[in-house]
């Protein structure tokens, strides 16, 4: 199916269908409401911009919530669902350690949630580094860098899910 088809069918489609179409894409509910709200999209792009300005503007606690449906870094996602394939997918670099286990525990102790990278064509190393590196942020830092690393897994399962 071509992007325009894709896009033209979430266009018309009814809201919860629509809406769940989007949760494959990011977690929250919220995200997912603006974006059906703001239907229909003339192309791709016009649907990721306004996926960056929403996610952009989501309380911390839509974060959260699309925070809690990302496995940990090294993990593989559970599930036989969109979601859970395009994790195991992206995370493809990640390898199980004990370093990264413990780097993951520490974050999550730190920062309360799971640590989130775009991880798409990165190491297992280069994750942990920035990992470790991301610890010495203080939580208003931490919460940007999050929020940036979600709209990039956004954008690129939005990708997935209405590009060609």
């Known amino acids: 199916m071509s992007e325009h088809s894709r896009l033209a069918a979430f266009n018309q489609a009814e809201p919860g269908a629509a809406e769940a179409e989007l949760l494959a894409c990011c977690a929250s509910r919220r995200w997912a409401r603006e974006l059906v709200a703001r239907r229909p999209y003339a192309d791709l792009a016009g649907l990721r911009a306004v996926s960056a300005r929403v996610v952009a503007e989501l309380a911390w606690a839509d974060v959260e919530e699309a925070l809690a449906a990302h496995p940990r870094i090294g993990e593989r996602a559970a599930g036989h669902g969109r979601e859970a394939a395009w994790s195991r997918e992206e995370q493809a670099g990640a390898e199980t350690g004990e370093d990264l286990a413990a780097g993951n525990q520490v974050y999550e102790e730190r920062f309360g949630h799971v640590f989130l990278i775009h991880a798409t064509g990165l190491s297992a190393e280069t994750m942990l580094t ?11 830092t931490e919460r940007a860098v999050v929020r940036t690393e979600l709209g990039k897994i956004v954008d690129l399962r939005l990708g997935k899910a209405f590009g060609t």
């Open 130 to 140: 920035t990992l470790r590196a991301r610890l010495g942020n203080d939580r208003e």
